[in-house]
Every structure is written in structure tokens, then in C-alpha cells.
């Protein structure tokens, strides 16, 4: 300490000598030793000192324990409270600058920050070559599950999967036996050979086992079937030694079978995978791009709205929305189909935000938040629950509505009408182009596409504040259409789709891709790709006997960006608010 100091004790003084004050006291010091001097107040007001026989190194040794005890709790306080105020400075900023404490209006079409970010997937500068086919680890078979966005992820995973061991990977195969009963093959949808030459810099990827090799094994492929959001060390502990022993393996229904989170260079193959990687074949993609040119030639910009209405869909998520006995009797039916779910809650899914929203509450929203009556409107959907009678609400509200069907000629869509996968390939292709896209759920393809307009641009994505949303939907009858727009306005902010609205590395990475985000510095005359959040250290290399994989490091803990309490906190203010 650089000064001495005294604390007063029931009119007695405790005074502190040391050697840096020596001079400067005229009190007696031991030569060698720190030391204490005991004063009664008489005594120090005559100026005769009494010393107390005692200890010396005893009443410094107890002292100093005390002095440090004391300087590192004051010390420990104050570095806490620092840390605490530049967090909270920083997240205020933050949160203010993103709209979460403002009230100033936005553009509903295009966020003014969109032009300070980019997609970035590029390899590192230690990312390693492929193998070759011949000296990979053996041939990997992947039979994906699902509708076709859901398989799409599955696929994205299965080329990191191929990399992680060191495979050669064979075309998936698609799911044939789902809900849908769609025979398409991935030919019928994707474009092969690009899919191959895209990939080549990153895994082997092979139209089939060839005939040869599949001869010359005893046995057939190894069928396995590893656990949802498995870590990359799963499928070195246990895939990789099968693989190596029968050489050919197959991973059935494969669907988020491989963990969120993974190290920056894997989360980037992920991103040429699903942003680049994937193209449509020619029949698909240029009937989406008619349907675009369609709408575009009506106006100069349009909403898509993938409603996800259908009756799987409202089966599976065990809500009620009004529709009686006979309702309760037709998605009780359908939900049978999934024996893994727990009881429905309706009303208590519905207030934590957890049901699809009705055409009629998507349409009071987007038209609450500002889009005027005569915005054009493309709706992609399967069939409606209920058919034209629900959907007449919505209508009413944008009368500007059009489906794929409405616009391509019954001749264009006729090849492809009896396969669900390659329809919504085409909803794909129309929601990707449109200057707005609004989600009604949080499925497969709501994250894909969201995660794909962020990387291609942050084109305006919106996904309704459900838990708020219902709740006020409830009350709209009591209030002016003033507040209630005011109120959905609040409620929406942070589900706009702007930039930052989700802290970097938190959120599910295909709809928050952010290792394959960068920013641009303040003057564009360059760019760096230095990802919005870096999750852990660059890949490293595993070598396993005599065989190579690439592996995974540094796995984090994902968590979503909400804070309970703040969150209970804001939903208890929300209806009684202005």
C-alpha cells in the first residue's frame, strides 16, 4: 500500500509504520521489521508512547493477512463491477442499435443494414486437400428422411460426415417411404454433376459404389444408425473403425443426425454445401424463375408467405383452432402417425407461441406492420386446413394473392404435380427471389431459406413473435387498430430479419449461419472475412493407425439468445403497455 493509513477504534488509533514512510514518521520503528504501534487516546494526546509487550512478527503477520484479505476483496469488487458496466454498455449499444430499446420506425421491405454484411465460405489457408477416391477410408451411403428441405440438411451434414471420416460419399439417396409417399430420386431434383464438381475440393463424391467393388465384398454394406446431433468424435469412435473393416457402410434416415455446432472450417463446408453446392435441375429451376418474372411483371416487389398450414403440420404441432369435434377427430387421426409425441396442450402451446398462426392472423400481422392492401402476394403452401374457406380472410386483406398454381399453366405444372418434393422445390425458388419472406413456423424449410437470405444478403425475413402474437390476436376486438398495429410493431422487433437480431454463434446454424457471415469494414474499398463469430480453433487433423479423418475441435454450448426472466418480465408488460 503507498500511503499509510489508520482506522479509529472506540477513540484508540491503530497506526501503520513501514519502510516507505520512515522519514516521514517520528515515532519509533524497529530497523528490519514492519511493525505496529498500539496508542491510547491519552496517551498519543500527551505524546508519551506505550508499548504492549507482544510479538512483533505475530501482529505483522495477522495484519498483513488482514490488509490482503481486505485489498483482495475491494480489488476483486471493482474489477466485477467494470467488467459488469462494460457489458452492459456494450449490450446496450448493441441492443439499441439493432432497434430493441428504440422506437423509430423501419423499412419493412429492406433492412439499412444489409449492406454491411456478406456471405463468406471460403476455405481457410490450412483447410486440407481431399483424398482421393482410391486411398479414402471407404465409400459412405446416406438414406435421408424427411420432406425435401428436411433431407436437404440431412445431405448438407452428410458431406461434413464425409469429411470428418474420410469417405468417399455416394449420392444420397431420398426418402421414399415418408408422409408425402414422393419417389423422386436426388437427379430428379438437384443437379448431379455440379453437385459432384462443386465438392470436389472438399470430399469425394460418386454417383455409385462401383460395380467392381461392390463384387469383390463379402458382405453386403453395413447398415447403421447413429443418434440425432451425434459430435464428430461419435462417428470417429464408432463409424469409422466399421468402416474401415466392412469399407462400404450406410447411414439410414439420416436428418440431424450431426451436432449444430462445430468448428469454423466444417461450418463453412456446411454453407457451400447448402448456398452453392445445391443447384435445381434445369426443368425446376426455370419454371421457379417464370413464376418470379411473373410476379415481378405485376409489381416491382412482392411478399412470399410460406403459411404451413397443411394438416401434417397442424397435426403435428397438437393445436386447436376452432374447428369442433370435427377437427379434434381429423389431426387426432394424422398424429397417430408419430408415436414418439407427447399429449397435446393446445391452449398452453398456443400461449408459449408454439401454434402456427392462421392465414387470417398472418395476414392481420404483415398487415399491422404496414404492407398496404394492394401488396402483391405469393403464397406457398400445400393444402390448406380447411380448404378456401380459411384462406378467405387472408384474401380479404391482400387481394393480390397467387399460388404457383394460379401462375404456370396447367401444361408446366402437370410433370410435376404428383411429387411433393419437386413442388416445393419450385415454392423454393419463388420465396428465395421475393424482397420479403414471411415464415409461419420455425420448420425445415423456414430455417433453410432464412439462413440462405442472410448469407445471400439478409434479404428482409420475417418470423412471427408467436408467444406475443397470440396473446394479442386475443384482445384484438377490445382495442383501436392504431394500438393494436403499434403493438404488433413492438412485438415484431427483433423478428425482422435484421442483421444482429440473433448474437453471433447463438440460434440454430442453418438459419443463423454466422461462421459464413462477414462484416465489411467502414470503408468498402475492401473486405475481410473475418466471420461474425469465430466458434472454435481451425480443424485439425486425427490420425487413427494408418488412416486419416478430419476432426473436430473446440465444441461449444449453444445457447439461444433469450433471457427467461427479462422475457416474463417483457410479456407481463406487453397487452398492459401503450
Known sequence: MGESKAWRYSGEVLVLANNNHRKKSKHNQHPKHCCWLWRSA??????????????????????????????????????????????????????????????????????????????????????????????????????????????????????????????????????????????????????????????????????????????????????????????????????????????????????????????????????????????????????????????????????????????????????????????????????????????????????????PLTPHEVGLMLRALGFKNDTYIYVASGEIYGGEQTLEPFRQLFPNFYTKEMLGAEQELQPFLPFSSRLAAIDYIVCDESDVFVTNNNGNMAKILAGRRRYMGHKRTIRPNAKKLSALFLQRDKMPWTRFSSKVKSAQRGFMGEPLEMKPGRGDFHEYPSSCICKKPLHHHNTTNQPLFINSQPESEYNITTTTTHGIEGVGVMTRDHDASREQHEDDDFLAGD
Not at 508519551?48 to 495477522?62: L, M, N, Y
Not at 465384398?217 to 466399421?242: A, D, G, I
Not at 416491382?300 to 370435427?326: Q, T, W
Request: aromatic share 12%; net charge positive; proline share 5%.
Open 42 to 355: 491519552e496517551t498519543a494526546a500527551m505524546g508519551k508512547v506505550q508499548r504492549r509487550r507482544i510479538s512483533w512478527s505475530v501482529v505483522c503477520g495477522v495484519m498483513l493477512f488482514t490488509v490482503g484479505l481486505i485489498s483482495l476483496f475491494t480489488g476483486h469488487v471493482a474489477s466485477n463491477l467494470e467488467w459488469y458496466s462494460q457489458k452492459l454498455v456494450k449490450h446496450r449499444l448493441w441492443y439499441s442499435k439493432m432497434g430493441g430499446f428504440g422506437h423509430e420506425p423501419i423499412d419493412i421491405w429492406k433492412s439499412k443494414f444489409s449492406n454491411l454484411y456478406y456471405g463468406c465460405s471460403e476455405r481457410g489457408p490450412h483447410y486440407a486437400p481431399p483424398v482421393d477416391e482410391l486411398l479414402s477410408n471407404g465409400y459412405l451411403l446416406i438414406a435421408a428422411s424427411g420432406g425435401l428441405n428436411q433431407q436437404r440438411t440431412g445431405i448438407t451434414d452428410a458431406v461434413v460426415v464425409a469429411r470428418i471420416l474420410n469417405a468417399t460419399l455416394v449420392v444420397p439417396e431420398l426418402d421414399h417411404h415418408s408422409f408425402w409417399k414422393d419417389d423422386s430420386d436426388f437427379a430428379n431434383i438437384f443437379d448431379v454433376d455440379w453437385f459432384i464438381s462443386y465438392l470436389a475440393k472438399d470430399v469425394p463424391v460418386v454417383k455409385r459404389v462401383p460395380d467392381k467393388y461392390m463384387r469383390s465384398l463379402e458382405k453386403p454394406p453395413y447398415t447403421m444408425r447413429v443418434p440425432r446431433k451425434s459430435e464428430p468424435q461419435y462417428y470417429l469412435n464408432e463409424v469409422l473403425p466399421v468402416l474401415l473393416r466392412r469399407h462400404v457402410v450406410q447411414l439410414t434416415k439420416f436428418d440431424y443426425r450431426l451436432a449444430i455446432e462445430l468448428n469454423e472450417e466444417l461450418q463453412r463446408l456446411r454453407c457451400r454445401v447448402n448456398y452453392h453446392a445445391f443447384r435445381f435441375t434445369k426443368p425446376l429451376q426455370n419454371l421457379g424463375d417464370k413464376l418470379v418474372m411473373k410476379m415481378r411483371k405485376m409489381a416491382n416487389r412482392y411478399i412470399a408467405v410460406h403459411l404451413r398450414f397443411e394438416p401434417d403440420m397442424l397435426a403435428f404441432s397438437g393445436c386447436y383452432y376452432g374447428g369442433g369435434d370435427k377437427e379434434r377427430y381429423e389431426l387426432g387421426e394424422i398424429r397417430k402417425r408419430w408415436t414418439t409425441l407427447t399429449e397435446a396442450s393446445p391452449d398452453g402451446d398456443r400461449k408459449k407461441g408454439k401454434c
